[in-house]
């Protein structure tokens, strides 16, 4: 079984930064993305950013150039540091994970406990 703990939200004002991080344990046989979504109340979850095994990554096009997602495979973590946020930032982020626990295993998602993120002006 896996397990992902998030950590690293708060409050922050506008303008200001915060970094969230993921971190996994268990049977990991190969990661094929992490991704970060996050849902504001009454909204449906959206996909903010991801990054593959190859290190590529894509970003929801309202966080471009204020959000960047990097990992740290020995630490088995995904991180998210948010730059220049705004009001609209403000929801609970979810890491997700996609990866494979064994060789020739199938594809499966794993998702973290969410953590509030608030941005206040």
């Known amino acids: 079984q896996v397990q992902l703990v998030e950590s690293g939200g708060g409050l922050v004002q506008t303008g200001g930064s915060l970094s969230l991080s993921c971190a996994a344990s268990g049977s990991i046989f190969s990661i094929n993305a992490w991704r970060w979504y996050r849902q504001a109340p009454g909204q449906e979850r959206e996909f903010v950013a991801s990054?593959?095994?190859?290190?590529?990554?894509n970003y929801a096009d309202s966080v471009k150039g204020r959000f960047t997602i990097s990992r740290d495979n020995a630490k088995r973590t995904v991180y998210l540091q948010m730059n220049s946020l705004k009001l609209e930032d403000t929801a609970v982020y979810y890491c997700?994970?996609?990866?494979?626990?064994?060789?020739?295993?199938?594809?499966?998602?794993?998702w973290g406990q969410g953590t509030q993120v608030t941005v206040s002006s």
């Open positions: 997700n994970l996609d990866m494979r626990p064994t060789f020739g295993g199938s594809r499966r998602d794993y």
């Open positions: 990054i593959t095994g190859g290190f590529t990554s």
